[in-house]
C-alpha cells in the first residue's frame, strides 16, 4: 500500500454538526484546518438524518435549562458541563442564522419566555443536509481543507500528546498518515452496534473505540438511548424471561449519551485532543431532552474549534511513528488479503448478539449471554476479510464496533439499577443511594481500567427520583420564572 503524509495544525475528525463547527471556529481563528470524513459530503451522517430540532431557551431561561437537563440526565451528568451548555444554547439559533440556515421557532417558546424547539425548515431524512451543507461552504470560505472518504483507522500519541493519525483512502486504497498539533475528535455515536436502530449506516463508535485505544477516558457508556413505544414500555420491565421475542420487534436504538469524557473546554485526558458531539459523554448523563443532541454538537464543537486554535499557535508537528505507520499498514493489508469472514457477515453476528442480548431488555443472564456471543466474535479480529479498499470501512467498523460492545456490556452488568434511558430489567427501580455515580473506563499500559465516581453535582443536589423513559425527553412541567 502506498502511503501519503499530510500535515495540518488543526485536524478535525468528522463532519457532522460538531466537526464542521470547530472547523468553521478553528479556521476562524486563523489555523490551517483539515477536516477527514469517511463520507461524501452527501453521504447521510447523524446530522444529515436528523429531525433537525435544537433545544431552544430565551436567554433568561438558562437556570431552567440548566435545571432540566440535569434533572433528565438523571443526576449523572456532569454540571460543570451542563453549565457551559446551559449558558449557549439559547445562542446556537442565532449563530446558526447568521451562516444563512433556515429555522423555525415551534411553540411560539420566546414569547410565551419558556422553554422550547428551534428546528431545521424542511422533513424527511435529509433534513440535516440544508445545516452541513451551509456550514461546509463557511469552513471552505475560511479556507477550511476536506478529505473526504477517508477512513482513519488509529490515533497517534506521542509522549501522551495527540500527534495524529492514519487512514485509508477508500477510494484507492492509499494509506494516509496525517500529522497534527491538535485534533478534534467529532466522529459521532455508534447506534449501529445494535441490530435495531435508526441511526444510518456509519454510526459505528469509531472514535470512541479509537481514542480508547490511544488511551482516552470514557465516561457513561452503558447509557445508550432506544427508542420505544411508550404505551409498551410497561410490558417491557413485567419481561420475565428475557428477550421476550414479540418486543424484540420494537423500538431501536438511538442515541449514544456517554462517550469520551471531556471538560468545560471540551478538552479530553489526552494533550491536545478535543472532542465534540455525540462521541462524547457527560452533558447528558442518563437521558437528554429532545433537541439537546443538536445544540450540544455546535456548543462543545464550537468551544473545540476555538480552543484547538489556540494551542496550535504554540506547538509544532512532528511527523508520524514509521512504526505506527508500518503496524496500520500491515493490519489493513491482512484483512484486504483474509480467506475469512466478510466484514458485512461479521457486523451482522454482532448486531444481532447485542441486540438480542444487550438492547432494550438487559438483564445480568442475557448481559453475561452477550458477552459469551462476544468472545465468539473475537478471533475475527485477526481474519476478518475485506475484499476491496472500500470494504476495508466495513472492515475497521466491525472492529470498533466490537471493542465498544464490550465496554458497553461490561458497564451495563455494573450498573445495577434503571435510569433514563438505562434499563435493567433485574433491577427496574432507579438507586439513588448507589448508583447517582458515573461508570469510568481508559487503557492503562494495555490493561482495562474501570472507576465508579460520584457524579460531578456541582449545583443541584440531593437528586430527584429519575425519569425512566424511551428516545428522547419531553421537557419537565417549568418552573414559574
Ligand atoms: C433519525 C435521527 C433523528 C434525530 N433528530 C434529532 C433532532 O431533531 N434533534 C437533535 O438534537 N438530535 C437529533 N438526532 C441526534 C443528532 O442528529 C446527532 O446526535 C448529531 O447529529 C451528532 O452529530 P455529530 O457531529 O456528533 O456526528 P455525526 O453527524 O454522526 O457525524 C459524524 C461524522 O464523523 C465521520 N466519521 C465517523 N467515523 C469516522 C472515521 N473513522 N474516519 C473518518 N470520519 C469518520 C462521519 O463520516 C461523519 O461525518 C437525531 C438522530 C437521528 C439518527
Known sequence: MECISFSTEVLVLGAGAAGLVAAIEAAQSGAKVLVVSKMGPQDTNCTISAWGGFTYAPESRVHELFRQVVETSGYLA??????????????VAQYLADFGV????????????????????????????????RLRARAEELGAKFLDRVMVSSLVTEDGRIAGVVGVDLADGKLLSISTKAMVLATGGGACLYGRTDNPAGATADGIAMAYEAGAELVDLECVSFQFPAN????????KNAPDEGLLRFGGAHYYLGGLRIDE????????????????????????????????????????GKETAIIAMERQTNGLSRAHVE????????????K??????ATERLRAAMWRYAGTMKTRQTLEQAGRELDALEPLRGDVRAANPAQLRDAL???????????????SLLREESRGCFWRLDFPKPDNANWARNIHMWQSGGKAQVAVRQSVM????????????????????????
Open 340 to 345: 475469512g469472514t466478510p466484514a458485512p457477515e
Open 78 to 91: 456532569n454540571q460543570r458541563l451542563v453549565e457551559v451548555f446551559a449558558h449557549r444554547a439559547p445562542k
Open 397 to 411: 467498523e466491525f472492529l470498533n464496533l466490537l471493542t465498544v460492545a464490550r465496554l458497553i456490556v461490561a458497564a
Open 265 to 304: 473546554r471540551a478538552r479530553t485526558n489526552i494533550d491536545g485532543m478535543y472532542a465534540a458531539g455525540e462521541t462524547t459523554g457527560g452533558v447528558f448523563g442518563a437521558a437528554r431532552l429532545g433537541g439537546a443532541a443538536l445544540a450540544d454538537a455546535v456548543v462543545f464543537g464550537a468551544m473545540a
Open 102 to 133: 433556515a429555522l423555525d421557532v415551534l411553540d411560539e417558546a420566546d414569547k410565551k419566555n419558556q422553554l422550547g424547539i428551534v428546528k431545521l425548515r424542511g422533513k424527511g431524512r435529509t433534513t440535516g443536509l440544508a445545516l452541513t451543507t
Open 232 to 239: 409498551r414500555l410497561d410490558g417491557l420491565f413485567a419481561v
Open 327 to 338: 503496524r496500520e499498514r500491515r493490519r489493513m493489508e491482512k484483512m484486504l488479503a483474509s
Open 458 to 481: 456541582s449545583r443541584l443536589t440531593p437528586p430527584t427520583q429519575p425519569r425512566i423513559g424511551a428516545g428522547c425527553f419531553p421537557y419537565l412541567p417549568p418552573t414559574e420564572p
